[in-house]
């Protein structure tokens, strides 16, 4: 188990324009090339947009973008032709392929707070997809085949237990409150990467919120 707290991401985004943004993985200037990716994880990002701020239309390709929203309201515009807006308890997916390009701003009136997590898909190329998913429960994890991945959203209450899967690479993130895992106290922001994870649960410290990746390893 390697354990990042959240003081150890990378700062980047632009402040003056409204943009803040921490880092998981190596990202633009902050190259580590002990830290390039996770399983099948390349980057999770951590946005604090102010009203009014965003990100304006750039390109990607050949990855799987996957946005949970903690506060706010996200607007989205794609390519594509899609223009959506994403709340908290939503998940978005934008399966660049060969290549879209996209925008994604705060237009609201109040500050927006969301997750944003690349992976890198088994299988390069095709056409752009795009889907939201509306209240996802904590019962029903999101699959990301084209990843080998499943997205568990995990909501406690204080003293509440659960388990985390079994699984070549499993990624916790903790959006906020306080989880113990395997003795380590983690903390809004923090996250664990799991190596052949068995037998192992969350208890949680405080009322929180979790994001788990379980990932497979592509058979051969």
Request: hydrophobic share 40%; glycine share 10%.
């Amino acid at each position: 188990m390697r354990i990042q707290r959240a003081a150890e991401r990378y700062a980047g985004g632009d402040p003056e324009a409204g943009i803040d943004t921490r880092h998981a993985f190596s990202f633009g200037p902050h190259y580590d090339p002990d830290n390039l990716r996770f399983g099948a994880l390349l980057a999770c990002n951590e946005e604090r947009l102010a009203p009014g701020a965003g990100f304006d239309e750039h390109p990607h390709s050949h990855t799987e973008i996957v946005t949970w929203v903690v506060r706010g309201e996200l607007t989205h515009r794609d390519t594509t032709g899609r223009a959506t807006v994403v709340r908290p308890g939503d998940v978005q997916r934008l399966s660049a392929a060969a290549g879209v390009r996209h925008v994604e701003r705060n237009d609201g009136t109040e500050p927006l707070v969301f997750v944003q997590m690349w992976l890198a898909p088994r299988e390069a190329g095709g056409e752009p997809e795009y889907e939201v998913v509306r209240g996802i429960s904590d019962a029903t994890p999101y699959a990301l085949p084209a990843a080998g991945a499943l997205l568990h959203v995990r909501r406690l209450e204080l003293g509440e237990r659960t388990a985390v899967p079994d699984a070549d690479s499993v990624y916790v993130h903790v959006v906020r409150g306080a989880v113990r895992l395997a003795g380590e106290e983690l903390t809004a922001g923090d996250a664990a990467r799991l190596t052949a994870a068995k037998d192992l649960a969350l208890l949680a410290t405080a009322d929180a919120e979790v994001l788990l990746w379980e990932m497979r390893a592509a058979e051969v």
